[in-house]
Structure formats: structure tokens, C-alpha cells
């Protein structure tokens, strides 16, 4: 191709014909950049194509990963919840009406249920903490779940801020009964111990922690931060996972 046009230029030279080969040669520069335009736009619709393609690749694994997080944070919600609730019959079981006449088996078991699990969420974020690493979150046409993405951690370290005041809470009455409960006496109600040795210190049993304020007072502010940590800090990210969720699926049906 390139000979064929170097014939006819030096055919036009060869023949004076100047002026010919003046519009020839302003054409050829025209079909040369013209043909430079398409192959950038050819290699820019080929940079788009692979951007689309990461793009897509990268929701897909979002979704299988914010969908892992919804199904452990319910589950943390829910052990919550029972946790609440156990903490509910704890507190109750002080009132003069009740205090005298529960038992320790009893008491013993609902100290066991509201103490026995430590809340904590811990969401998977690989795919997430790649892809802002990375630089491929600008790649991710819909603003709007490019931002609750970008936003997502600060809302984990809330949560973990507010965990955080729930253990110290539980540890604080876990505490208190280490120091003030037989232990022995409640991990044989319970049924970590076969056997119940008898001591000096069978009136120390959980029972008597019923006549304990500080006591008292540790679990209602376990109880209340345990609320707080659902109604302000779970069900929220919860609701955030939805939309996020839905915001994905949206984007994945335009690619």
C-alpha cells in the first residue's frame, strides 16, 4: 500500500503536475489522521469494554460478599436479641417478689445465657478493601453506590466503638461476679461441673448476687448498650446492606 502511493506521487512529480500532487498529498495526510482517529477509537472502545468487564467482575464479587455480611449480622442481631432478653430476666429476678423465691439453678442459667456470648460482628471486606486499594472504585459508573461503598468502614469502626462499650460492660459483670459469687457452685448449675462440692461459701451462690446494686447496675447498662447497639449501630448498617445490595443488582442488569 505505502508503494502504491509513493508510485503516484512521483508519477505527479514526474509530470509537473504540482498541484495534483499538493491535493493528493493533503489527502493522504487526511486518510492518515482519519485512520489514526478510528484506531484510537477502536483501542479507546477496547479500554471501556475492559473497564465494563472489571467493573462487572468487581459487583459480582460485592454482591457475593455484602450478601455473606447481611446473613452474619442477622445472626448477630438475633444472638443479640437473646442476649436482651436473658438480661431482661436477670433484672426481673431482682425484684422482692421474685428474689426470694427463684432458684439458683435458675439464676444460674439466665447469667449464663445473657454473659455466655460475646457479641461481635466481623464483616468480610477483602473484595471491598481491594478494590478502593486498588484504584478501582472509580470504575463503578453509579455514584451514588461508589459513595456508600467509599463510606462503608467508618460505619464498621462506629460499630466496633460501640461492641466495644457492650464487652466492657459484660467483662465488668463477669467481674463482679468473680469477686462476690461461688463460681463453682454456678458452673455446677449450669452443667460445667459434674459434681457440686460443698464449702464454706454455699451462701455466696448466684443467688446472692440478687442483693448486689453494683450488680444490678452492670446489667442494665449491659442490657441498655446491647439495645442501642441494635436499634442505633445494627439494624441501620443492616438497612445499608440492603440498599447496597439493591444498588448492585441495579448496575449489574445495565452491564
Same mark, same amino acid.
Given at each position: ?89 436477670? *433484672? ?9 423465691? *427463684? ?23 477483602? @473484595? ?91 446489667? @442494665? ?35
Amino acid at each position: 500500500m505505502i508503494k502504491f502511493f509513493r508510485r503516484i506521487r512521483q508519477k505527479l512529480l514526474s509530470e509537473n503536475k504540482f498541484s495534483k500532487y499538493l491535493i493528493y498529498a493533503l489527502g493522504e495526510i487526511v486518510l492518515v489522521v482519519i485512520g489514526i482517529l478510528i484506531a484510537l477509537q477502536i483501542n479507546n472502545w477496547n479500554l471501556t469494554q475492559q473497564d465494563r468487564n472489571t467493573e462487572k467482575q468487581n459487583l459480582l464479587a460485592l454482591q457475593e460478599e455484602f450478601s455473606k455480611n447481611k446473613a452474619t449480622l442477622q445472626e448477630i442481631i438475633e444472638l443479640n436479641n437473646e442476649n436482651i432478653s436473658s438480661a431482661e430476666k436477670m *433484672i426481673q429476678s431482682f425484684s422482692k417478689s421474685t428474689k426470694d423465691t *427463684i432458684t439458683e439453678l435458675s439464676i444460674a442459667n439466665y447469667t449464663s445465657e445473657t454473659f455466655g456470648i460475646e457479641i461481635n460482628f466481623e464483616p468480610e471486606t477483602g @473484595v471491598l478493601t481491594e478494590i478502593i486499594s486498588s484504584g478501582q472504585l472509580k470504575l463503578i459508573q453509579n455514584k451514588r453506590l461508589k459513595h456508600k461503598l467509599a463510606g462503608l468502614q467508618s460505619k464498621i469502626d462506629e460499630i466496633k466503638q460501640q461492641e466495644n462499650e457492650v464487652i466492657d460492660y459484660r467483662l465488668m459483670a463477669i467481674k463482679q461476679m468473680i469477686n462476690e459469687a461461688n463460681m463453682e457452685r454456678v458452673y455446677t448449675h449450669i452443667g460445667f461441673r459434674k459434681t457440686y462440692v460443698n464449702t464454706d461459701f454455699d451462701n455466696t451462690g448466684i443467688k446472692s448476687m440478687l442483693n448486689s446494686m453494683p450488680f444490678l447496675n452492670l446489667i @442494665v447498662l449491659y442490657q441498655s448498650s446491647s439495645i442501642i447497639t441494635n436499634e442505633s449501630f445494627y439494624d441501620p448498617l443492616n438497612q445499608e446492606i440492603d440498599i447496597i445490595l439493591e444498588l448492585i443488582a441495579n448496575r449489574l442488569k445495565e452491564l
